[in-house]
């Protein structure tokens, strides 16, 4: 069963593709910017004990940053899904959402957090990138 392009032909559809492809940069960077947050800054504070006075974040910016994720992605990978048809980004966006907001929600301020954040981000940045391969694939090749 093929599935068939939503975007228009043209420069309309040359202008949806490049929203798309905005969207899908700027949510894959967000969950790149979530693993390096959750790996590289405790260690540069732990390193570094006067920099954790000036780099101190408060608690909420892991709900803010997940208030970004999923409206970001969750556009993303929909469309993602409705032009290529391949329902496995989605899936594994939908986990890495998932494992970002128990993260942020549920195991905020335990040791389980950096784990259950950097799985949820790895797992977002895998589905974003699986979502743009596939697009760009449909319009190199369909």
Partial sequence: MEILPILPAG???SAARA???????AA?????????????????????PMLSRLLSLPESVHVWLLA?????SGLALVSGRMRHGA???????ATGLALLAVG?????????????TVAG?????FAH?????????????G
């Fill in 11 to 13: 420069k309309a559809g």
């Fill in 121 to 125: 981000s790895l797992s977002l940045a």
């Fill in 87 to 93: 329902v496995y980004p989605l899936v594994v966006g």
């Fill in 28 to 48: 894959l960077g967000a969950s790149l910017l979530c693993l390096v947050h959750c790996l590289a800054l405790p260690l540069l504070i732990a390193a570094l």
């Fill in 104 to 116: 942020a929600l549920v195991v905020a301020t335990t040791p389980a957090e950096t784990w259950v």
């Fill in 129 to 141: 990138g699986a979502n743009w391969r596939l697009r760009h694939a449909l319009h190199a090749h």
């Fill in 19 to 25: 929203r798309a492809d905005w969207i899908e940069r």
């Fill in 68 to 72: 970004f994720a999923v409206p970001a």
